[in-house]
């Protein structure tokens, strides 16, 4: 295909009038599947360097923050073929898009102060009802739950400010699914503060962090490169990136 920058225009088009993220992650499966595995590289490329600056390219950004979801609606083999394709015309931060890593250190979400560690003794479905509800102390008590739904109804709780949400993208140890929720939400995601602390965060999949280093500010690049306790493959993307923009 010539005109990759046409067809990733009428695609993030189409993903900005899909109301949910499962939607907008078959499309982009789709449409790369239609593609050239040398075309769709590119095609995820420019898709990639629109995301931070391009309001529909917002809209359909988390798609690529989705691996298992994009793995499972392109297939094993188109995933594969458009990696290796990335690799070979050295696009990459698309081979990095597509190279799933774990976080440069596990664990899990849980009650750690005594304050919490009650709330450990509240079984899972009313700890789920709880989260639902707009009380501010109950949602500051529920912050540390290892539960992914029970984080997710906090995240799109009325209540919820950006301060219980820094608190959930900062802390260590985390899962890797609960990152996932933050980094991909339609609200917080766009909270730069919530950005940088999913990006500082050791516990963060690299392939998130990868994703969103596009948006972040040269200085906090400069941080990210320089923070051994994060992932190689982030810090390497951070640096990259600071010369990338340095000789532009």
């Given at each position: 295909?010539?005109?990759?920058?046409?067809?990733?225009?009428?695609?993030?088009?189409?993903?900005?009038?899909?109301?949910?993220?499962?939607?907008?992650?078959?499309?982009?499966?789709?449409?790369?599947?239609?593609?050239?595995?040398?075309?769709?590289?590119?095609?995820?490329?420019?898709?990639?360097?629109?995301?931070?600056?391009?309001?529909?390219?917002?809209?359909?950004?988390?798609?690529?923050?989705?691996?298992?979801?994009l793995k499972k609606a392109l297939g094993i083999e188109k995933f594969r073929?458009?990696?290796?394709?990335?690799?070979?015309?050295?696009?990459?931060?698309?081979?990095?898009?597509?190279?799933?890593?774990p976080p440069r250190k596990k664990g899990l979400a849980g009650y750690e102060?005594?304050?919490?560690?009650?709330?450990?003794?509240?079984?899972?479905?009313?700890?789920?009802?709880?989260?639902?509800?707009?009380?501010?102390?109950?949602?500051?008590?529920?912050?540390?739950?290892?539960?992914?739904?029970?984080?997710?109804?906090?995240?799109?709780?009325?209540?919820?400010?950006?301060?219980?949400?820094?608190?959930?993208?900062?802390?260590?140890?985390?899962?890797?699914?609960?990152?996932?929720?933050?980094?991909?939400?339609?609200?917080?995601?766009?909270?730069?503060?919530?950005?940088?602390?999913?990006?500082?965060?050791?516990?963060?999949?690299?392939?998130?962090?990868?994703?969103?280093?596009?948006?972040?500010?040269?200085?906090?690049?400069?941080?990210?490169?320089?923070?051994?306790?994060?992932?190689?493959?982030?810090?390497?993307?951070?640096?990259?990136?600071?010369?990338?923009?340095?000789?532009?």
């Amino acid at each position: 295909m010539e005109d990759i920058e046409a067809f990733v225009v009428k695609l993030l088009k189409d993903a900005a009038a899909l109301p949910e993220e499962g939607m907008r992650v078959g499309l982009l499966a789709r449409r790369l599947a239609s593609l050239g595995p040398d075309d769709a590289a590119r095609a995820v490329d420019l898709l990639y360097k629109k995301g931070p600056k391009d309001n529909l390219a917002r809209t359909a950004f988390s798609a690529l923050l989705n691996p298992d979801g994009l793995k499972k609606a392109l297939g094993i083999e188109k995933f594969r073929r458009i990696y290796i394709a990335s690799i070979r015309l050295e696009l990459c931060k698309v081979s990095r898009l597509f190279t799933d890593l774990p976080p440069r250190k596990k664990g899990l979400a849980g009650y750690e102060s005594e304050e919490e560690a009650p709330m450990e003794l509240i079984t899972l479905g009313e700890r789920r009802a709880m989260s639902r509800k707009p009380v501010k102390d109950v949602i500051d008590r529920l912050l540390s739950d290892p539960d992914p739904m029970v984080i997710g109804n906090i995240l799109n709780n009325p209540r919820t400010t950006e301060k219980e949400v820094l608190k959930i993208a900062s802390k260590r140890p985390n899962s890797a699914q609960i990152i996932k929720l933050v980094a991909s939400h339609r609200v917080w995601s766009k909270r730069y503060g919530v950005v940088k602390a999913i990006a500082l965060n050791p516990f963060s999949p690299p392939r998130v962090v990868v994703a969103i280093l596009e948006v972040m500010l040269t200085q906090d690049l400069r941080l990210i490169a320089e923070d051994k306790t994060l992932h190689p493959q982030v810090t390497q993307g951070a640096d990259d990136l600071i010369k990338e923009r340095e000789k532009s």
